[in-house]
């Protein structure tokens, strides 16, 4: 597909009129194919059947970019009741959050306090949270957040994801090392001027194997989230070489996509993940896995005229 195709998507995903007539038209608009529900139970039965064939899950409740503190603290709860549901349904998971859903464009300090709040209910719980990375603008301030939340509560509840296609993540990488972090390495899925990030995939891939080969290099935990069968048999070749335990590192996919290829990972015995998104604010990220892969778009216009 063409780059227009992806810049068109990309485009949509932020288009909040968009989005409002989207959600008038509920998942039928072909989201059910990356989105498991709209409500956490509908979530924790799919992450059930994902822990029954040996995958382990990260919960992300959708949502991004909120504008007041109301909808900040509503999403703040969510997230805490999701970390409930998670132990009411005795599932193999973690919490996956946004900062610009915790109110981060509203005032730093709210989603600071909002982030504290769902950390501690995970600590309490023995459950991990990852702050998932969004698009460049955020970037400064999302790991300025990390920073100091993992001062306070520690590699074992917090981690953080980090962009392959930005240039400036090895000097962030290379900051956070003493920390021996865990890292949810991904290519990139936000539209970035080459001002600041690769433009050509090849470099992309090229940086993304370096980051993760130079985390793993220095003692830090990685999640490997990528569907690209060539970097991930890259990744499982150097660690093989490097001698670095299976107990160090796992692979990731979104849900539904390639969850073939991760069955595999799965019983090859290596620690297999599936991202699964729920909740009634899918749009925009429905709209960058379409980006990402442009040639799925057949998939929300077969849905669009399914009875």
């Not at 040996?54 to 909808?71: M, N, P, W």
């Not at 950390?119 to 990375?133: M, P, Q, T, W």
């Not at 296609?165 to 890292?183: G, V, W």
Request: glycine fraction near 6%; charged fraction near 30%.
């Amino acid at each position: 597909m063409s780059t227009f195709m992806q810049n068109t998507f990309l485009y949509l995903s932020k288009s909040r009129l968009a989005n409002r007539l989207a959600r008038r038209y509920g998942l039928r608009l072909g989201a059910r194919r990356f989105v498991a529900g709209e409500t956490v139970e509908e979530a924790m039965v799919r992450v059930k059947a994902f822990n029954d064939r040996g995958i382990q899950a990260t919960v992300d409740h959708l949502g991004e970019f909120v504008t007041s503190r109301a909808e900040a603290e509503a999403a703040a709860a969510a997230a805490i009741e999701a970390l409930r549901a998670m132990d009411r349904a005795g599932v193999d998971a973690y919490l996956s959050v946004k900062l610009t859903q915790l109110g981060l464009d509203v005032d730093e300090a709210l989603a600071h306090a909002h982030m504290r709040r769902i950390l501690s209910e995970a600590k309490r719980r023995g459950r991990f949270v990852r702050i998932d990375i969004e698009d460049y603008a955020r970037n400064e301030a999302t790991f300025r957040l990390f920073r100091a939340l993992l001062d306070e509560f520690g590699p074992e509840t917090i981690g953080i994801a980090m962009q392959a296609y930005l240039y400036k993540s090895a000097d962030d990488l290379e900051a956070l090392l003493p920390d021996r972090p865990n890292i949810r390495f991904v290519k990139g899925a936000y539209k970035e001027p080459p001002s600041v990030a690769y433009p050509n995939k090849a470099d992309v891939d090229e940086n993304y194997f370096r980051l993760v080969a130079r985390h793993l290099s220095a003692g830090g935990y990685a999640a490997v989230a990528t569907h690209d069968e060539r970097l991930i048999e890259r990744v499982k070749a150097y660690v093989r070489e490097a001698g670095i335990p299976r107990e160090r590192f796992e692979f990731q996919m979104l849900y539904g996509i390639k969850e073939s290829l991760l069955e595999r990972l799965a019983r090859e015995g290596y620690t297999a993940r599936v991202y699964v998104p729920y909740g009634i604010d899918w749009y925009g990220y429905t709209m960058r896995r379409l980006a990402e892969r442009p040639e799925n778009a057949w998939f929300v216009l077969r849905s669009l005229f399914a009875r």
